[in-house]
């Protein structure tokens, strides 16, 4: 049974701006009997972490550094961990009985620009070496039992790895939601936007339970992560070209009757 905590990680210390503390407000009007715990340097000790937490938190990238530590909060304690940029809209008590809850995360543009469909089989299975992206599961919003299997594999996964460093450094280059799904292959995992009940009593919801950002609300939704990306910080060509893209897209599936 996963307890009635919402874990969050605010590690800049920075004052919460506006749309944050929007985002934080509606945990509490949605689910006011749910404990709300945050981790910050103050309780999760970095110098003792692993090399990937500690040289993330030296290059001062955040959101790397809580993609471990949002592990280890629910691997220790059990419960449910959002982004601060998550905003809930249902309560999430339909899903506590799992050892494990998340949605997919399923962006169909990243699908087609990253040609998904040659990296995985008919049955939704991968058949190459790489991370697949566009269809992965969603970091921002997951719920765990205390000591659960799957969120000790993928803690396991970081163990011996390194944010920055010589060749074959992760950087940014590989991401939460990335990582989550290879290490969910092994429970039964496949990449397809539809509910899957896995070994081990995981649920993985179809992307629209949890919406990975506004323009994918749906009244099933439960909540949204705004998908801030406060980590990527593109060069203005990179961004104007991923731009034209997207827009490039939208226009393609307005046309064609997508």
Known sequence: MIPKVIHYCWLSGDPYPEKIQDCMASWRKVMPDYEIKLWSTANFDI????????????????????????????????????????????????????????????HQFQVEQDDVSSKIDAAGHRVCDEYISGIQLQAAIMGAEKGCGFVRDILSWYDGKHFSGDAGSLGTNVIAPQIYARVAEKYGFVYIDKDQNLDGGIHIFRSEIFAGNRREITPASYAVHYCENTWRKRSALDALTHYLKFAWYLLKSKFSGK
């Not at 550094?65 to 249902?90: C, E, Q, W």
């Open 47 to 106: 110098e003792n972490s692993i090399p990937y937490v500690k040289e993330a938190f030296a290059a001062r990238k955040w959101a790397f550094v809580a993609d471990y530590i949002r592990l280890y909060a629910l691997y220790t304690d059990g419960g449910i961990y959002l982004d601060s940029d998550v905003k809930v809209m249902k309560p999430f008590d339909d899903f506590l009985d799992s050892s494990f809850f998340t949605s997919i995360e399923c």
